[in-house]
């Protein structure tokens, strides 16, 4: 029970910051994760935002499927590690209703790399045994 109503307020307040967001920043100018895969499907990671002035910050990102997260960004890359080596994880990649890149996980492997398009590339992904680099 305590469980189900920390959850409700924590999607309560992300709500709030949404909105709050989307009325500071126009949807041309966000990039939206999305993360889904099999039920009750618990995440954690990290996301290395690159700002409009060209400084890359880092976001600490986790929750349980599905989840969305929009980042006022020019690009995006992020480590996502799965709790369950044998559950399913997809991230994707969205800018304004596209989809631009899928990564499917495959067990046994924890690690989710995603990213958008940007300085180092095309949109891309990949899984790993191990948490990867970034170069």
């Known amino acids: ?19 709050w967001l989307t009325k500071s920043v126009a949807a041309a100018e966000m990039l939206e994760l999305a993360v889904t895969g099999d039920s009750n499907q618990t995440f954690k990671g990290d996301c290395y935002l690159l700002q409009k002035s060209g400084n890359l910050i880092r976001q600490k990102i986790k929750g349980v499927v599905p989840a969305h997260f929009w980042f006022p960004a020019r690009a995006f890359k992020c480590n996502i590690q799965k709790n369950s080596a044998s559950a399913r994880l997809e991230a994707k990649v969205i800018h304004e209703g596209a989809v631009m ?3 499917v996980s495959r067990p046994p492997l924890r690690w989710v790399l995603i990213r958008s398009a940007g300085p180092w590339g095309e949109a891309a992904g ?10």
Do not use: E
């Open 1 to 19: 029970m305590n469980r189900c109503i920390a959850q409700t307020v924590l999607a309560l307040l992300f709500c709030v910051s949404v909105i």
């Open 126 to 135: 990949g899984v790993y045994a191990a948490r990867p680099v970034y170069n």
């Open 101 to 103: 890149f899928v990564q």
